[in-house]
């Protein structure tokens, strides 16, 4: 009788158990561009995994050649992509203490490589700065669906006027989520 309650209650308890960790593992890759007068934009670039990559080539490939061809990618936008609007697209910045609220990306591509999708866009910014400051960028999923890490190589570039000092940083930081631990991208400017 006992293991028939554990029995129930393990059932009872499994799909909360496996919607809590993360089902989808991301890549990424932060550029951003500064001049003396602004932040003008971010740029990331997400590679999913086989998994996942997998998923979205059977949905979108419509022509069935086993990749994402330019006809294809206004599809994969609007399928699995537009939706995550409502989650800032997973992208979570900081400037000088105050938080900027993502309100649309730009210029989205995807494309199929080494049997892995990649997602590229900009979120416009052109937030005026001046002196000195910081900028935080981290990208994480805050359901813990997805699980985000930094390229080992090469997870960030800034393209800058060449007066300005920039100092960046990449650590771990907790934010209180189940399952994952997100990296944030610390970047201290100073334009004289």
Same mark, same amino acid.
């Given at each position: 009788?006992?293991?028939?309650?554990?029995?129930?209650?393990?059932?009872?308890?499994?799909?909360?158990?496996?919607?809590?960790?993360?089902?989808?593992?991301?890549?990424?890759? *932060?550029n951003i561009a500064i001049d003396t007068m602004s932040l003008q934009y971010i740029e990331i670039e997400w590679e999913f995994d086989r998994m996942f990559s997998s998923?979205?080539?059977?949905?979108?490939?419509?022509?069935?050649?086993?990749?994402?061809?330019?006809?294809?990618?206004?599809?994969?936008?609007?399928?699995?992509?537009?939706?995550?609007?409502?989650?800032?697209?997973?992208?979570?910045?900081?400037?000088?203490?105050?938080?900027?609220?993502?309100?649309? *990306?730009?210029?989205?591509?995807?494309?199929?490589?080494?049997?892995?999708?990649?997602?590229?866009?900009?979120?416009? *910014?052109?937030?005026?700065?001046?002196?000195?400051?910081?900028?935080?960028?981290?990208i994480y999923d805050s359901t813990s669906f997805c699980d985000f890490q930094l390229f080992k190589t090469g997870p960030l570039s800034i393209k800058k006027d060449e007066?300005?000092?920039?100092?960046?940083?990449?650590?771990? *930081?907790?934010?209180?989520?189940?399952?994952?631990?997100?990296?944030?991208?610390?970047?201290?400017?100073?334009?004289?």
């Amino acid at each position: 009788m006992k293991i028939k309650y554990s029995l129930l209650l393990f059932l009872t308890l499994l799909p909360l158990s496996l919607s809590a960790h993360p089902h989808v593992f991301i890549d990424a890759r *932060v550029n951003i561009a500064i001049d003396t007068m602004s932040l003008q934009y971010i740029e990331i670039e997400w590679e999913f995994d086989r998994m996942f990559s997998s998923t979205i080539i059977s949905q979108f490939d419509k022509n069935r050649n086993g990749t994402i061809d330019s006809a294809e990618i206004p599809l994969v936008k609007k399928g699995a992509f537009d939706n995550l609007r409502e989650y800032g697209y997973m992208c979570h910045v900081m400037i000088n203490g105050k938080k900027f609220r993502i309100r649309k *990306v730009e210029s989205f591509s995807a494309e199929y490589r080494n049997k892995k999708i990649s997602y590229m866009f900009r979120i416009p *910014v052109n937030c005026s700065i001046s002196g000195s400051g910081t900028v935080t960028i981290a990208i994480y999923d805050s359901t813990s669906f997805c699980d985000f890490q930094l390229f080992k190589t090469g997870p960030l570039s800034i393209k800058k006027d060449e007066k300005i000092l920039i100092q960046s940083q990449i650590k771990r *930081v907790s934010y209180k989520l189940d399952y994952v631990t997100p990296q944030e991208i610390r970047i201290k400017y100073q334009i004289p």
